[in-house]
């Protein structure tokens, strides 16, 4: 169990951080800006559930909420794992796998189910809900591609591939439940005209 008893330590001061096995790296590592923006996602998931709190109680808005809830502690394991290299992880560290993985897909295809296909791309707007999906979905994009970056430069076994699978699967999910949660609750969906016929 983590124990905190502060947060200032003035380690950081001098614009260098520890890592997970104790490297001091200078805080525009790459991989500090892996574990920074996956935590940048976290907290605009927070805002999700936020906003969802917000549009008041319903069986739809309470099951995003939970899975949101399920998501934020997934995304905290994975900023944990990657503050170093796999082979330094602590032995008793629990890693996410493709069972998480699957259970993204499986949920995504369970929501569309109740969606008509698509006819043209989506704008990212709507309600508040839907509109910071969209943000979470984007960010979750800029934490894949740093996490490809650290990969193409340190090479395969710098990050779990287990990792990018969720980044890129979650990316999806969360287009998804925007679209689902803009259904069920009765919003419409602005799609995107091509030029020529705007």
Not at 91 to 100: D, N, S, T
């Amino acid at each position: 169990m983590v124990r905190i008893t502060k947060v200032h330590t003035g380690g950081g001061d001098t614009g260098k951080t520890s890592l997970l096995d104790g490297k001091r790296v200078g805080k525009e590592n790459l991989r500090v800006g892996v574990y920074g923006t996956i935590d940048e996602l976290n907290s605009q998931i927070g805002v999700i559930r936020m906003e969802l709190n917000r549009c008041g109680k319903s069986d739809f808005s309470d099951e995003a909420d939970e899975k949101l809830g399920i998501i934020q502690q997934e995304l905290f394991d994975i900023g944990g794992e990657c503050s170093c290299t796999p082979g330094m992880l602590p032995p008793q560290m629990a890693l996410i796998g493709m069972e998480q993985c699957d259970r993204l897909v499986a949920e995504m295809d369970n929501w569309l189910d109740d969606l008509s296909p698509l006819t043209s791309f989506i704008m990212p707007t709507g309600s508040a809900p839907v509109a910071t999906m969209h943000v979470a979905r984007t960010v979750t994009r800029r934490a894949e591609r740093k996490v490809c970056e650290i990969i193409s430069i340190d090479g395969e076994d710098a990050i779990r591939t287990e990792i990018i699978c969720y980044l890129n699967r979650l990316s999806d999910w969360l287009f998804v439940l925007g679209r689902w949660f803009t259904e069920k609750n009765r919003e419409v969906e602005v799609l995107w005209t091509p030029l020529g016929k705007r």
